[in-house]
């Protein structure tokens, strides 16, 4: 029996207000993700440790790899192309256009390439907002947008079995990771049911991504862990607590994806808090955890 001893780092003391959407870059061995209000999307590479940052001129809720280079990401209200060179960003597809207080949040390309992301109103606090705003869309190769559902609080993590029949989703204020039937082919999702409810210690289910082995790891926002799921029994498989509470999401990344990098924010912590969490905002790297990731898809189109 091999023993995994499993090792937290923090990697990167970047201070992110809200850190989100980590995808691993494995031609760059780079570690691309967002700080949704600072307006930045980012990328570290885990060879030199430089970090490289571009501004954009909205919330910029998730980033994406592209097929034919550079990225995509959710910025606004508005799916976007980025030019990692000469920073700039196209926009691609407008969304939620009869909400002004919207913005998109989460967002991760399907095994096909379409790029799905969902909307939330705007917080005044972390947490606090108008209920029922957001929908979850998708933006297919062709640059057109279908609208799956609506009435979500905070639309969040998102995934699909290895087998591509299923996908997860996470609206935070429901406590719950939720599973639909997956059309690959069309992209077409239904049959909505619930695979596992958090606990209170758990928190507010946020960022989401699947492992080698078909299970879910879910980032617990105020919870401070991410936690190992088997969709297929509903129970938790595993708990891994960071020194840091607003865990925001994770992915795997580095040799083999056998490494695991989690987000998370600081905006929304108090300064007597903070002094007990002082890498909140910070990029960690969990080690040793004995399973393997597999690598994000790219947007086609
Ligand atoms: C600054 C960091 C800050 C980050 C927020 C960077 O440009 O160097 O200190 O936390 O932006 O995204
Ligand atoms: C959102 C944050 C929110 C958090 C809590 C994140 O995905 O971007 O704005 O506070 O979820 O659920
Ligand atoms: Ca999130």
């Given at each position: 029996?091999?023993?995994?001893?499993?090792?937290?780092?923090?990697v990167l003391p970047e201070n992110?207000?809200?850190?989100?959407?980590?995808?691993?870059?494995?031609?760059?061995?780079?570690?691309?993700?967002?700080?949704?209000?600072?307006?930045?999307?980012?990328?570290?590479?885990?060879?030199?440790?430089?970090?490289?940052?571009?501004?954009?001129?909205?919330?910029?809720?998730?980033?994406?790899?592209?097929?034919?280079?550079?990225?995509?990401?959710?910025?606004?209200?508005?799916?976007?192309?980025?030019?990692?060179?000469?920073?700039?960003?196209?926009?691609?597809?407008?969304?939620?256009?009869?909400?002004?207080?919207?913005?998109?949040?989460?967002?991760?390309?399907?095994?096909?390439?379409?790029?799905?992301?969902?909307t939330m109103a705007e917080e005044?606090?972390?947490?606090?907002?108008?209920?029922?705003?957001?929908?979850?869309?998708?933006?297919?190769?062709?640059?057109?947008?279908?609208?799956?559902?609506?009435?979500?609080?905070?639309?969040?993590?998102?995934?699909?079995?290895?087998?591509?029949?299923?996908?997860?989703?996470?609206?935070?204020?429901?406590?719950?990771?939720?599973?639909?039937?997956?059309?690959?082919?069309?992209?077409?999702?239904?049959?909505?049911?619930?695979?596992?409810?958090?606990?209170?210690?758990?928190?507010?289910?946020?960022?989401?991504?699947?492992?080698?082995?078909?299970?879910?790891?879910?980032?617990?926002?105020?919870?401070?862990?991410?936690?190992?799921?088997?969709?297929?029994?509903?129970?938790?498989?595993?708990?891994?607590?960071?020194?840091?509470?607003?865990?925001?999401?994770?992915?795997?990344?580095?040799?083999?994806?056998?490494?695991?990098?989690?987000?998370?924010?600081?905006?929304?912590?108090?300064?007597?808090?903070?002094?007990?969490?002082?890498?909140?905002?910070?990029?960690?790297?969990?080690?040793?955890?004995?399973?393997?990731?597999?690598?994000?898809?790219?947007?086609?189109?």
């Open positions: 029996m091999t023993m995994c001893s499993v090792k937290i780092e923090c992110c207000r809200c850190g989100e959407s980590p995808v691993w870059e494995e031609a760059t061995n780079s570690l691309l993700f967002v700080d949704i209000p600072s307006k930045k999307v980012c990328r570290w590479d885990s060879l030199s440790k430089q970090v490289h940052r571009v501004t954009v001129d909205a919330p910029v809720s998730s980033v994406a790899l592209r097929q034919s280079g550079g990225y995509v990401a959710t910025v606004g209200t508005k799916f976007c192309a980025l030019d990692w060179e000469d920073q700039s960003a196209i926009v691609l597809a407008t969304i939620d256009q009869d909400k002004k207080n919207n913005r998109f949040n989460d967002g991760k390309v399907d095994p096909a390439g379409r790029y799905f992301a969902g005044t606090a972390p947490g606090v907002l108008e209920r029922h705003q957001g929908s979850l869309y998708c933006l297919f190769p062709d640059h057109h947008v279908e609208k799956y559902f609506d009435q979500v609080d905070i639309s969040n993590g998102l995934d699909w079995s290895l087998d591509h029949k299923i996908f997860y989703y996470i609206d935070s204020l429901s406590y719950s990771v939720d599973a639909f039937d997956y059309d690959l082919h069309t992209g077409k999702i239904s049959n909505r049911r619930s695979v596992y409810k958090l606990e209170k210690d758990e928190q507010i289910p946020d960022g989401m991504c699947i492992d080698a082995e078909g299970k879910l790891w879910v980032a617990c926002y105020n919870g401070g862990r991410v936690i190992r799921l088997d969709p297929e029994t509903g129970k938790r498989l595993q708990t891994v607590k960071l020194p840091v509470d607003k865990t925001t999401s994770c992915c795997f990344g580095g040799k083999d994806y056998s490494e695991m990098y989690v987000t998370c924010a600081r905006d929304g912590i108090g300064p007597e808090d903070l002094l007990r969490q002082p890498k909140a905002g910070g990029i960690f790297k969990i080690t040793g955890l004995g399973v393997k990731g597999i690598p994000p898809y790219p947007f086609v189109g």
